[in-house]
């Protein structure tokens, strides 16, 4: 095959110093997916460190590509919180489309979990309440985020909740005819849409709730599904089966607002100020010298 009929890369391969433009430095590849890398960069521009996500070289024509990272530059634009990672500008066209982002220090809470099991009460009690707050403002606001899991979630003082590709207004989620978000992280009713429901600020709360089962119990609240089942509940335990139980050492407060979250009826799920408001004085109960570093609401 000729060069100039050759199929594009599917990765840029930016190594330490590569220019990804004339602003932006590639340092190191953080990861990525299928139509997009993230690479922390040092940007000219604002002369500090930031991350640039780009769109993959063979999906630079794709249409769908350019349509989500378009999605993702109207929610940084329209979204606006200090738990939310922060859109700094874009370029949606030419050679390399991406999105310019601040950089958050801190481990995921996926890493975490991997590399120590469970958190402690205190991190995952402060976790719980500062992603809660996001959520709170996200249905103020009218939108969904629709991808909360550990892996982007950034642990930190506060937390910080990464990844807006697929968020978007609540009624756009309502109409939703297929899956968006992650296998063990959605919620029913975003497994099979409309089928199993309409995607809405609820999903966000489930979660939350999946996510921080993971965080109190070191594993994912359901088994592991089969990816390539034509069978929904042998794909998504979540639709038929019920969450596994929390250990016994997990304070009750705590368990019993987590299997609220993950209740399967989206109307019974508490709100996420509701989740706040229950762990907050769990949180102010535990001892003063276990909360160093953190703020006590």
Known sequence: MSAATQEPDDRWRFRDGDAITDELTATRLLGGGSAYEAYLAFDEITFSPVVVKVVRPDQVDSRSALRGLRREVEALATINHPVVVRGLRHALEGPRPHV?????????????????????DYQYLALAIDVASSLHYLRGLGWVHLDIKPSNIIMGSPARLIDLSVARPVADAAALDHVIGTDAYMAPEQCDPPSTGSPGPASDVWGLGATLFHAVAGHRPFAD???????????????????????????????????????????????????????EPVLAALPRQRLAGFKVR
């Open 100 to 120: 310019v982002l601040e950089a958050v220090d801190g481990p995921r809470l996926s890493s975490l979990v991997r590399r120590y099991g469970p958190l402690e």
């Open 225 to 279: 599904g089969d990816p390539d089942a034509r069978d929904l509940g042998a794909r998504f335990p979540q639709v038929e089966a019920a969450p596994a139980r929390l250990p016994r050492d997990v304070d009750p407060r705590v368990a019993d607002t987590i299997h609220a979250m993950l209740d399967a009826d989206p109307s019974s799920r508490p709100e996420p100020r509701e989740v706040a408001e229950a762990l």
